[in-house]
């Protein structure tokens, strides 16, 4: 009796303490604008005083455009930055714009050197679970929180360089990521070159996966301005996927996309783009490519604000023993390691709307895998997400004031046998076009877990909820 008493105080203190939290952190929004009043016409990361505030420099300083220009809420591209990014990171192909040319106009290079900075800190951090803490994080990673409270001054640094005009029609991007998981040690990101000879066909090499380089940012994670991952990221740890293929990943990738406007429709067009890759974890990069992926997106944002996609990817990947065969998973009936590549089928769709300054995005993501070379060695299951988000805008400002966003998570593990639900909250606060911080808590939601590996054994040898988890995280980009 002394020990549920024990119990239920332990549980009313955290709650207590995760509201503090929160409502303190929502207080500092309100009350930290009055009081950098004076200041909110500097760029934070600008001390001399210029009156514009721009966005990444590496596009705003070559174009001279704010922010809100490309994006809907850093990092959320708008259609105008959707565009950009199509165009090869350009406002007009073509144009000579930002470019530096010699006298014989032969040369044609970026008129600034294409280099731009994120830093984030993280002052509060208290996660209880792995759930809702796996994924990729704006590009970086989400720091996976399961031991309770943290403080990470500086959680994490990425250094870019990217720009439209390497050469005539050709743009590239590089990225070097540094984070306290990795005690610092600076590490190459994504590359990416590419050549854009018109709106209907432009090719990409990379090493960055085929989902996460997609301009709608609606697939996978990357570029989401949440800590938690989207569950249609795919692969998540222990989720019994046999090949091991990723939604999201760093492979090597050549890819092809081009948009055709529709003649019925004015300011509508078909976007599509196809790839070849080979997966980083599948073996030997320098090897020939094993798998294929596609995407194809009916786009109106220009007149009623919607996008409608599908996508899908298939192929193989090298032999591997299959994730929870050794624990005893449930609905995976495998007795080993295949002697031949295994097979993985993704496919899914997604939807975007768009209406003034309200955003909802919308993922279902179908997935497949089979060993033919082991009996009963087969794994069927589903994720889908939704998320909606509001920026609240003050004054003359078009960044936001304050953006609140929801999403809610669901997916299956090993053949359906386990299914999860999780919550996000965040509400946003923009200083600046490009200094924001927020708070965040992600809500383990499901009512019941059925054993195996993800259900977390407490004292008592109940299964106990995963993945909650409240952040505090500010960041800036110059």
């Not at 934070?44 to 005083?49: I, K, V, W």
């Not at 007009?92 to 470019?99: E, L």
């Not at 044609?108 to 209880?128: C, M, N, Q, V, Y």
């Given at each position: 009796m002394e020990g549920q008493k024990i119990k239920r105080f332990s549980r009313c203190s955290h709650i207590f303490k995760l509201?503090?939290?929160?409502?303190?952190?929502?207080?500092?929004?309100?009350?930290?604008?009055?009081?950098?009043?004076?200041?909110?016409?500097?760029?934070?990361?600008?001390?001399?005083?210029?009156?514009?505030?721009?966005?990444?420099?590496?596009?705003?300083?070559?174009?001279?455009?704010?922010?809100?220009?490309?994006?809907?809420?850093?990092?959320?591209?708008?259609?105008?930055?959707?565009?950009?990014?199509?165009?090869?990171?350009?406002?007009?192909?073509?144009?000579?714009?930002?470019?530096?040319?010699?006298?014989?106009?032969?040369?044609?290079?970026?008129?600034?050197?294409?280099?731009?900075?994120i830093i984030r800190s993280r002052p509060f951090d208290d996660g209880k679970g792995g759930v809702a803490n796996q994924g990729s994080q704006m590009g970086g990673t989400a720091s996976p929180n399961t031991n309770g409270f943290k403080i990470q001054a500086i959680n994490d640094v990425d250094m870019f360089v990217a720009g439209g005009d390497a050469a005539r029609q050709v743009s590239f991007f590089g990225e070097m990521d540094a984070n306290a998981p990795g005690g610092f040690s600076p590490s190459l990101g994504d590359i990416r070159l590419g050549y854009h000879p018109s709106l209907y066909f432009n090719a990409v090499a990379m090493r960055r996966g085929f989902f996460a380089d997609d301009p709608y940012q609606t697939i996978v994670s990357n570029e989401s301005p949440t800590i938690a991952n989207r569950a249609t990221d795919l692969l998540f740890n222990d989720q019994g996927s046999i090949s091991g293929n990723q939604m999201v990943s760093t492979p090597q990738t050549l890819e092809v996309y081009g948009q055709y406007s529709l003649p019925i429709i004015q300011n509508?067009?078909?976007?599509?783009?196809?790839?070849?890759?080979?997966?980083?974890?599948?073996?030997?990069?320098?090897?020939?490519?094993?798998?294929?992926?596609?995407?194809?997106?009916?786009?109106?944002?220009?007149?009623?604000?919607?996008?409608?996609?599908?996508?899908?990817?298939?192929?193989?990947?090298?032999?591997?023993?299959?994730?929870?065969?050794?624990?005893?998973?449930?609905?995976?009936?495998?007795?080993?390691?295949?002697?031949?590549?295994?097979?993985?089928?993704?496919?899914?769709?997604?939807?975007?709307?768009?209406?003034?300054?309200?955003?909802?995005?919308?993922?279902?993501?179908?997935?497949?895998?089979?060993?033919?070379?082991?009996?009963?060695?087969?794994?069927?299951?589903?994720?889908?997400?939704?998320?909606?988000?509001?920026?609240?805008?003050?004054?003359?400002?078009?960044?936001?004031?304050?953006?609140?966003?929801?999403?809610?998570?669901?997916?299956?593990?090993?053949?359906?046998?386990?299914?999860?639900?999780?919550?996000?909250?965040?509400?946003?606060?923009?200083?600046?076009?490009?200094?924001?911080a927020f708070v965040e808590y992600s809500l383990d939601t499901k009512r019941a877990y059925q054993g195996g590996s993800l259900a977390a054994q407490g004292s008592d040898g109940t299964s106990q909820p995963l993945g909650n988890r409240v952040s505090l995280q500010a960041e800036v980009g110059f």
């Amino acid at each position: 009796m002394e020990g549920q008493k024990i119990k239920r105080f332990s549980r009313c203190s955290h709650i207590f303490k995760l509201t503090t939290v929160a409502i303190t952190g929502l207080a500092l929004f309100w009350l930290a604008p009055p009081m950098v009043h004076q200041l909110e016409h500097l760029c934070p990361a600008r001390p001399d005083g210029v009156t514009q505030v721009y966005a990444l420099p590496s596009f705003a300083r070559e174009y001279h455009m704010s922010c809100e220009q490309c994006h809907y809420a850093f990092p959320v591209l708008n259609a105008f930055g959707r565009q950009f990014k199509m165009n090869g990171y350009v406002v007009v192909p073509g144009s000579d714009q930002g470019v530096l040319q010699s006298q014989d106009k032969e040369l044609w290079t970026e008129k600034l050197f294409p280099w731009a900075a994120i830093i984030r800190s993280r002052p509060f951090d208290d996660g209880k679970g792995g759930v809702a803490n796996q994924g990729s994080q704006m590009g970086g990673t989400a720091s996976p929180n399961t031991n309770g409270f943290k403080i990470q001054a500086i959680n994490d640094v990425d250094m870019f360089v990217a720009g439209g005009d390497a050469a005539r029609q050709v743009s590239f991007f590089g990225e070097m990521d540094a984070n306290a998981p990795g005690g610092f040690s600076p590490s190459l990101g994504d590359i990416r070159l590419g050549y854009h000879p018109s709106l209907y066909f432009n090719a990409v090499a990379m090493r960055r996966g085929f989902f996460a380089d997609d301009p709608y940012q609606t697939i996978v994670s990357n570029e989401s301005p949440t800590i938690a991952n989207r569950a249609t990221d795919l692969l998540f740890n222990d989720q019994g996927s046999i090949s091991g293929n990723q939604m999201v990943s760093t492979p090597q990738t050549l890819e092809v996309y081009g948009q055709y406007s529709l003649p019925i429709i004015q300011n509508s067009f078909l976007y599509y783009s196809g790839a070849v890759y080979k997966n980083k974890d599948s073996g030997t990069q320098a090897s020939a490519p094993t798998n294929g992926a596609a995407r194809l997106a009916w786009d109106d944002t220009g007149n009623t604000g919607l996008m409608l996609g599908t996508f899908g990817t298939y192929g193989h990947e090298g032999p591997m023993a299959a994730a929870g065969a050794s624990s005893g998973a449930p609905g995976l009936s495998v007795a080993g390691p295949g002697g031949e590549l295994t097979q993985f089928v993704r496919g899914g769709f997604d939807a975007l709307w768009e209406h003034g300054n309200f955003a909802a995005r919308a993922a279902f993501v179908y997935s497949h895998d089979e060993d033919p070379a082991v009996r009963g060695a087969v794994a069927t299951d589903r994720a889908a997400y939704a998320e909606v988000a509001y920026k609240y805008l003050r004054n003359d400002n078009l960044y936001p004031f304050l953006m609140p966003l929801v999403r809610e998570n669901w997916y299956t593990t090993f053949n359906g046998a386990q299914q999860f639900n999780y919550l996000t909250f965040q509400l946003a606060h923009y200083f600046a076009a490009n200094l924001k911080a927020f708070v965040e808590y992600s809500l383990d939601t499901k009512r019941a877990y059925q054993g195996g590996s993800l259900a977390a054994q407490g004292s008592d040898g109940t299964s106990q909820p995963l993945g909650n988890r409240v952040s505090l995280q500010a960041e800036v980009g110059f």
